[in-house]
């Protein structure tokens, strides 16, 4: 995992938005989410520029706070948290079937963690698709000094329209990136499109859960909690998932949501009774000394002006978070593995 310092937090907070325009950014960013009065429809038109700024503005506190891979997994007792993230990504390439020599695809593949350590597993060569250009920098720097430049590479574009010809990897994956997507259906159409025929698709969604009740004020605060503080448009179901797969032409092989009977909660790490000197960051404790930190380098003009608002925002998604598991009304972990027909309805 990634060992970012405290420089490499206040250095980073922004990405390539001028730290003179950190905190306009953050006003426009926070703007298009309902807590500040903001419409799904606008985050879903604008949602490029929506998820382009929050990836400027809190990538650093990502990589700070969690590594090289941005996402959550289920864990088993006894096991660390950098363990179960890779033991997460290994499960992925297993179900893909991965094998040495494959073109392999990651949609939405952040700074590139599971993409380096999915293809050093499977001895295969992975293409990370991303739009934000400072996620793309950090991760080619990262790739150099794994020493995986010869079989990872990035290519900067937006998944919804990716510049690959039709037919053209062995496997695609998603690790909760497509859950950004204003479009599920769209966005599956275009995964299928570059996908050979007779190969598969897997991945991590972000999804409400049949325990959501959309008339619950509660549900949805805690909902709108985590679009904000994630740099989502919306945040769909489970049921709409599995139906945009099919709608897209995959046959889903199977899908479950693996919260569901994890040993541990997959939002340990973010649960403020919960303390991990493995996971010091993530900690109330870590949190309480972050935000402080934040706050001295953003007046010291160490950390732009803005940087305390973004750990905020940060800290409020991980309330919500924290909130919706424990009411398993949301979960980040809805697993799917589907196939391309080999020819149409075969």
């Known amino acids: 995992m990634s060992k970012a310092g405290t420089l490499d937090l206040a250095s980073g907070v922004g990405g390539r938005i001028s730290k003179d325009d950190v905190l306009s950014a953050v006003d ?10 903001g419409e799904e429809e606008e985050r879903k038109a604008n949602y490029t520029d929506m998820v382009n700024k929050y990836y400027d503005l809190v990538t650093s506190f990502y990589e700070y706070g969690w590594g090289e891979s941005f996402h959550f997994a289920h864990r088993w007792s006894g096991e660390s948290l950098r363990e179960s993230i890779k033991r997460h990504e290994h499960f992925l390439a297993l179900q893909l079937g991965l094998k040495p020599g494959q073109k392999v695809l990651d949609v939405g593949c952040g700074i590139g963690g599971p993409l380096r350590e999915i293809a050093r597993f499977s001895s295969t060569s992975v293409t990370g698709i991303n739009n934000n250009e400072y996620q793309i920098s950090r991760g080619k720097i990262l790739n150099r000094v794994a020493g995986v430049e010869q079989t990872c590479d990035f290519v900067k574009a937006d998944f919804m329209k ?4 039709e037919n053209n990897f062995d496997a695609v994956y998603a690790i909760e990136a497509t859950c950004h997507a204003p479009d599920a259906v769209g966005c599956y159409k275009e995964i299928y499109r570059v996908l050979k025929p007779g190969q598969h698709f897997a991945a991590y969604e972000w999804c409400m859960t049949d325990s959501f009740d959309p008339n619950s004020e509660e549900h949805q605060r805690i909902k709108a909690e985590i679009e904000l503080g994630d740099g989502l448009p ?5 049921r709409q998932c599995l139906e945009a797969l099919k709608q897209a032409g995959f046959e889903v092989i199977w899908e479950k949501d693996l919260a569901m009977g994890s ?11 919960h303390f991990s000197l493995s996971s010091f960051r993530l900690t109330a404790v870590g949190r309480f000394f972050t935000k402080n930190l934040v706050r001295a380098l953003e007046k010291l003009s160490l950390a732009p002006k803005g940087s305390e608002r973004v750990q905020a925002f ?33």
């Open 162 to 165: 990716m510049p690959f010809p």
């Open 28 to 37: 426009k960013y926070e703007k298009y989410h309902v807590c500040y009065g």
């Open 263 to 273: 040993p541990m909660p997959w939002y340990l790490p973010l649960d403020k009774s």
């Open 314 to 346: 940060l800290e409020k998604a991980a309330e919500g978070l924290v909130a919706g598991g424990q009411k398993e009304i949301f979960t980040p972990m809805y697993f799917f593995l589907a196939r391309k027909p080999l020819q149409d309805g075969q």
């Open 234 to 238: 919306d945040i769909r179901s489970t």
